[in-house]
């Protein structure tokens, strides 16, 4: 064993690039407003899982931090949130609907494999009333923007306390 010590403090190639809030505030705030009307009417157990997943599969490290402390300040178990990565072997840790979610996230997501199926459309569509599944494409829609900026701006994990933006 080590007795290396533990840090919070970004290595230099992980320092933030900018602080794109300060540079691009309408942006910003733009995308602010996008994400509490997506969010709005939908379980917030589920909003993380999606937020969660997406972030895993963009390597958005910031977004991870932050979701992941808002999902377990929120009641949801470690033991979820780690079988995430690996939802398809784990689906015994979710309901068909988060399932559902999960895997339409991954699709929207993942774009450059192709359109979303309609096989995971339909699943989704099975599982939400219509309004309910537009608010969740919603969700998932501005995750992917939240990814994009932190990856881009190097936006860094480990500073993030549960309510911090809201």
Request: overall charge negative; hydrophobic content about 45%; glycine content about 4%.
């Amino acid at each position: 064993m080590t007795n290396e010590t533990k840090t919070t403090e970004p290595a230099a190639e992980h320092t933030p690039r900018m602080n794109l809030a300060k540079h691009a505030p309408a942006f910003y705030k733009a995308v602010l407003g996008m994400e509490m009307a997506a969010v709005k009417g939908l379980d917030e157990t589920l909003v993380e899982l999606v937020k969660i997943r997406a972030s895993q599969i963009n390597h958005c490290a910031f977004c991870l931090d932050m979701h992941t402390k808002d999902a377990l300040a929120q009641g949801e178990t470690v033991e979820r949130i780690v079988q995430l990565s690996a939802w398809e072997e784990s689906r015994h840790f979710y309901t068909e609907k988060e399932l559902a979610a999960i895997e339409l996230t991954e699709a929207v997501t993942v774009l450059t494999d192709g359109f979303v199926p309609d096989e995971v459309y339909a699943k989704a569509a099975a599982h939400f009333e219509e309004a309910e599944l537009a608010q969740l494409i919603a969700v998932i829609a501005t995750i992917n923007v939240w990814n994009r900026i932190g990856v881009t701006t190097r936006s860094v994990p480990g500073h993030y306390t549960v309510g911090m933006y809201k």
